[in-house]
């Protein structure tokens, strides 16, 4: 009779975890879910100054910097993937790579993140010293079959640049800090090259249909380079992410799942209720970056 009652607690027991997973399946479909549901602004930073040493940056809803989102050893060139943020007043600031999070910062802005989804790029810019932050908002909605794209002058060593992708010239005589238009270009892959005194560099770049691009003219140690970010690509209004060089490492990772930590809880449970005499603790690692409380 022992035996038998036993074997009913486990069968209790059993579903009323496949009932907790379902559960946890729930809550984890609904987070992801939520910021497209919300029409949240999304947000990507950029450290476009060649004279800046590498820096770390902190986000957070204006006047709240307890809880901000940072992003470590950001470097020249770095570009950071979006971020979904609610619509709001928010403040970035910069310090030096390693300084103290209570060290004053080497530069601070505050900016607004728009309604329906609107996406911007956040650049700090200029010579060290007299960097600047810099709001562009980006394209996310690509034409139908069409491709936008639009450039950015970020290199120093050289005055103007001239910028053309295929047969299309995208930018003329392009001072440093200058962004161009969106322009509409054919897909496929073509050449985009960059010339200014003396210089000439190229790079072949692939174009799908239906993408937007932003495309930053660098200095390298051997004379330009440029890196393709990719706003948006398909349909959606959720812009894509990061450089499409693979810069994106130095993004904020997302918040972790709670479903594990929601099933060691209810096996933890079991566990008790069938005599178990101790329960391993599960330990987080380390985390460079941290979630925005907003």
């Given at each position: 009779m022992r035996l038998l009652r036993y074997?009913?607690?486990?069968?209790?027991?059993?579903?009323?975890?496949?009932?907790?997973?379902?559960?946890?399946?729930g809550v984890s479909t609904?987070?992801?879910?939520a910021p497209r549901a919300a029409q949240d602004g999304w947000v990507r930073?950029?450290?476009?100054?060649?004279?800046?040493?590498?820096?770390?940056?902190?986000?957070?809803?204006f006047g709240d910097p307890a809880h901000p989102t940072v992003l470590k050893d950001v470097s020249y060139g770095d570009v950071s993937r979006y971020m979904a943020l609610s619509p709001?007043?928010?403040?970035?600031?910069?310090?030096?790579?390693?300084?103290?999070a209570s060290s004053h910062p080497a530069l601070i802005s505050s900016f607004m993140?728009?309604?329906g989804g609107a996406a911007y790029t956040l650049a700090a810019l200029g010579p060290d010293p007299g960097l600047r932050v810099e709001v562009w908002k980006d394209q996310v909605t690509p034409p139908s079959g069409k491709v936008l794209i639009r450039v950015v002058q970020a290199s120093l060593k050289e005055d103007r640049v001239t910028v053309s992708y295929?047969?299309?010239?995208?930018?003329?005589?392009?001072?440093?800090s200058s962004v161009t238009p969106y322009a509409t270009v054919p897909a496929g892959v073509h050449t985009l090259r960059m010339t200014a005194s003396g210089e000439d560099a190229t790079m072949a770049v692939r174009l799908t249909a239906g993408s937007v691009h932003t495309v930053i003219v660098l200095d390298s140690s051997t004379g330009l380079k440029a890196d393709d970010l990719t706003d948006a690509a398909g349909s959606l209004v959720m812009p894509k992410g990061?450089?499409?060089?693979?810069?994106?490492?130095?993004?904020?990772?997302?918040?972790?799942s709670p479903a594990p930590w929601l099933l060691l809880i209810v096996a933890g449970m079991l566990a008790a209720?069938?005599?178990?005499?101790?329960?391993?603790?599960?330990r987080r690692g380390g985390v460079t970056t941290h979630s925005a409380g907003h």
């Open positions: 074997l009913a607690r486990l069968s209790t027991a059993a579903v009323l975890l496949g009932s907790s997973a379902a559960l946890v399946a609904a987070a992801s879910a930073i950029a450290h476009l100054s060649p004279e800046a040493p590498a820096m770390d940056m902190y986000l957070y809803p709001g007043q928010y403040t970035v600031a910069m310090r030096g790579f390693g300084a103290p993140v728009g309604t295929g047969s299309d010239a995208l930018a003329k005589q392009l001072t440093f990061g450089a499409a060089t693979g810069l994106g490492g130095m993004a904020p990772r997302p918040p972790a209720g069938a005599g178990a005499t101790g329960l391993a603790r599960a």
